[in-house]
Nanobody, 119 residues
Framework: QVQLVESGGGLVQAGGSLRLSCAAS????????MGWFRQASGKEREFVAA????????SYADSVKGRFTNSRDDAKNTVYLQMNSLTPEDAAVYYC????????????WGQGTQVTVPS
C-alpha cells in the first residue's frame, strides 16, 4: 500500500505562486508514474501534470503548460508541483496519484489540498 499526502495549498493572489508537495509512505514510489489532478467546485476532476517513474518524462495539460513544473525527489519519496502565474481558473482541490510502472490506472490517491485564487 502507498499513502499519499499532499500539502502546500492555500490562498494566493492572481499572479502568485505555490509549490505543492506529495509525500509518499508505505512503499517507495520510485517505480511509479506520479500524476497531479484537480477538481474545481462543480466541475469534473481533470488531469494537470504527470512525471514518469524515471523523472525524465513529463506531461502537462494545455491550460498549465509553461506555468506549472512537475518534479520528483525519490530520495525523499516526494513529488512537487511548482505553480506560477496562478489565475482564478487554477483554483481547485489538487490531488496527487500514483500509477505503477506498466499500469493503466492510478492505484493510489491523496486526500487533496485546496488552492484558492480569488478573482
Amino acid at each position: 500500500q502507498v499513502q499519499l499526502v499532499e500539502s502546500g495549498g492555500g490562498l494566493v493572489q492572481a499572479g502568485g505562486s505555490l509549490r505543492l508537495s506529495c509525500a509518499a509512505s508505505g512503499r517507495t514510489v520510485s517505480s511509479y508514474t506520479m500524476g497531479w489532478f484537480r477538481q474545481a467546485s462543480g466541475k469534473e476532476r481533470e488531469f494537470v501534470a504527470a512525471i514518469s517513474w524515471s523523472g525524465v518524462g513529463t506531461s502537462y495539460a494545455d491550460s498549465v503548460k509553461g506555468r506549472f513544473t512537475n518534479s520528483r525527489d525519490d530520495a525523499k519519496n516526494t513529488v512537487y508541483l511548482q505553480m506560477n502565474s496562478l489565475t482564478p481558473e487554477d483554483a481547485a482541490v489538487y490531488y496527487c496519484a500514483a500509477r505503477p510502472k506498466g499500469g493503466e490506472t492510478h492505484d493510489y490517491w491523496g486526500q487533496g489540498t485546496q488552492v484558492t485564487v480569488p478573482s
